[in-house]
C-alpha cells in the first residue's frame, strides 16, 4: 500500500509542476455578476449562466411552492415513482417548444449522453466524434465499447474520409452544437447531409446553444432551420442558459421510447426532484417570452469582441456567449488568471485535457445579466495583464 500512496504523491506533485493542478474556489452568493468567491468581492465571467436565470425570484418561488408540495428529493428513478405530474408536463412543454414529438427527462447532461450513446450503438457500432467534442461523448463512446472515431475539429472533409471507410447504415454521428471550450459552432447544416448520404444516426448536443441562438431560443438547429428529420437525435441540458439543472433527450416517439427502455443512466438513476422540474418548467417559459435577454447577450458579445481587436487583445473566433482568450501555456494562463483576480474580475485558466496542448485559455462566459461597465472593467483589466 506504501507504494501505491507514494505513486498518488507523486501525480499530485506531476500536476502542480506542470501547472495542471486544480482547486475550488467557494462562493457565498447566487450565480450572478458581482459575486462573493474566497471571502472578496470580484466581477464574475465564469458562469454559464448565459440569460441570467438561475438566481431569478420567479424560478426560486417557484422551486419553494413546488418543494412544500412534492418535497425535497424524487425518492426514486422514473420507472419506479420517481416521475411526477411537473416532469410529464416539463416534458410535453419542451417537446412542443422545440417542434419534437417526445423529449426524456434525465438527472444530468454527462448522465444523458452516456445512455443515448450506449442504448442506440453498444459495442458493435462506429462513433465518429468531432475531437473537441465535451467530455461526456468521449466517454459514452468508450463505455458504450463502440469503436470511436474521432475527426478533426469542424474537419468535414476529414469526417468525410473517415465515413467513407465503413458501411452505409452502421455509423453514429455525433457532435457538440456549440463547443464549450472554444465557442464556435458546429457546421450542422453538413453533417446532416453527411448523415443522410451515409445513413448514419445524427445526435447533437445543444448544452452551450440551447436558449442562446436561435429567434426564441431553440438553440443551433433553430438558427440554421433544421428539424427532427435532418437531426433526429438532440439533447440539451437546463444547467446553462435555463440556469436550473438536468437535461434530455428529445425526437421521434418511436426513438424516445427506445431509449427510455434501454438507457442505463436512466433506468438505474433517481430522478431530478419535482421542485427542480417546476423550476425549470417556468424557465422555459421566460426563455420563449423574453427575447430582450437573448439581444442584449449578443450586443454584448459584439462590444466585448470589438472592446478587445481595438485593444490587441486576441480572441478565438466564437459569436457565443464562450470568449475564450488565447494565452498559450499552462504557466501563463494561471498567472493571468491570478492577475485578474487581484484586480478583482474572475476569469478561470483553461488548461489540458479540457483543451489540446498548448491552447490554454481563458475562457470569459458573458451573461445578460453583465452590462457595459462591466465588460469595460474586464477589458482594461485584459489590456494589462494580455498584452505586455
Not at 38 to 43: C, I, Q, R, S, T
Not at 112 to 136: E, P, T, W, Y
Not at 141 to 156: E, I, P, Q, T, W
Amino acid at each position: 500500500m506504501q507504494r501505491k500512496w507514494e505513486a498518488i504523491q507523486q501525480n499530485l506533485m506531476k500536476r502542480k509542476d506542470e501547472a495542471l493542478f486544480r482547486e475550488n474556489k467557494e462562493a457565498v452568493s447566487s450565480q450572478k455578476p458581482e459575486r462573493v468567491v474566497n471571502g472578496k468581492e470580484v466581477l464574475s465571467f465564469n458562469s454559464n449562466d448565459y440569460l441570467g436565470l438561475a438566481g431569478d425570484v420567479r424560478l426560486r418561488e417557484a422551486m419553494t411552492k413546488a418543494a412544500l408540495k412534492y418535497g425535497v428529493g424524487s425518492g426514486a428513478s422514473h420507472l419506479l415513482g420517481g416521475h411526477t405530474d411537473e416532469h410529464t408536463a416539463l416534458e410535453e412543454e419542451l417537446a412542443d417548444f422545440l417542434e419534437r414529438d417526445r423529449v426524456l427527462l434525465f438527472s444530468t447532461g454527462y448522465m444523458a449522453n452516456l445512455g443515448i450513446i450506449q442504448a442506440m450503438v453498444g459495442r458493435k457500432g462506429d462513433v465518429f466524434a468531432d475531437r473537441l467534442n465535451h467530455a461526456s461523448l468521449v466517454d459514452a463512446g468508450v463505455l458504450a465499447r463502440a469503436k470511436v472515431h474521432r475527426y478533426y475539429h469542424s474537419d468535414m472533409q476529414n469526417l468525410q474520409q473517415k465515413l467513407e471507410q465503413y458501411d452505409k447504415g452502421a455509423s453514429f454521428v455525433v457532435s457538440d452544437g456549440v463547443f464549450s471550450m472554444d465557442g464556435d459552432v458546429a457546421n450542422v447544416s453538413q453533417l446532416v447531409a453527411f448523415a443522410k448520404n451515409y445513413e448514419a444516426w445524427l445526435m447533437i448536443d445543444d448544452a452551450h446553444g440551447l436558449g442562446v441562438l436561435g429567434e426564441t431560443g431553440g438553440g443551433t438547429l433553430e438558427q440554421v432551420s433544421l428539424s427532427q428529420e435532418d437531426v433526429p437525435i438532440l439533447m440539451g441540458t437546463f444547467g446553462k442558459a435555463f440556469g436550473t439543472f438536468g437535461a434530455f433527450v428529445a425526437g421521434k416517439t418511436a426513438l424516445i421510447e427506445y431509449i427510455q427502455q434501454y438507457a442505463r443512466s436512466s433506468i438505474y438513476t433517481t430522478a431530478m426532484p419535482a421542485a427542480l422540474v417546476a423550476a425549470t418548467r417556468v424557465s422555459l417559459d421566460i426563455v420563449k417570452k423574453e427575447h430582450w435577454r437573448r439581444e442584449k447577450l449578443q450586443w454584448l458579445i459584439e462590444s466585448f469582441r470589438t472592446g478587445a481587436a481595438e485593444r490587441g487583445i486576441s480572441l478565438m473566433v466564437s459569436n457565443t456567449p464562450i470568449q475564450p482568450v488565447s494565452v498559450g501555456s499552462n504557466q501563463a494562463a494561471i498567472e493571468v488568471s491570478a492577475e485578474l483576480w487581484e484586480k478583482g474580475v474572475y476569469v478561470s485558466p483553461i488548461r489540458p485535457p479540457t483543451v489540446p496542448e498548448g491552447t490554454a485559455r481563458l475562457r470569459v462566459a458573458l451573461s445578460a445579466l453583465h452590462e457595459e461597465s462591466h465588460i469595460e472593467q474586464l477589458l482594461e483589466c485584459l489590456e494589462r495583464s494580455v498584452v505586455k
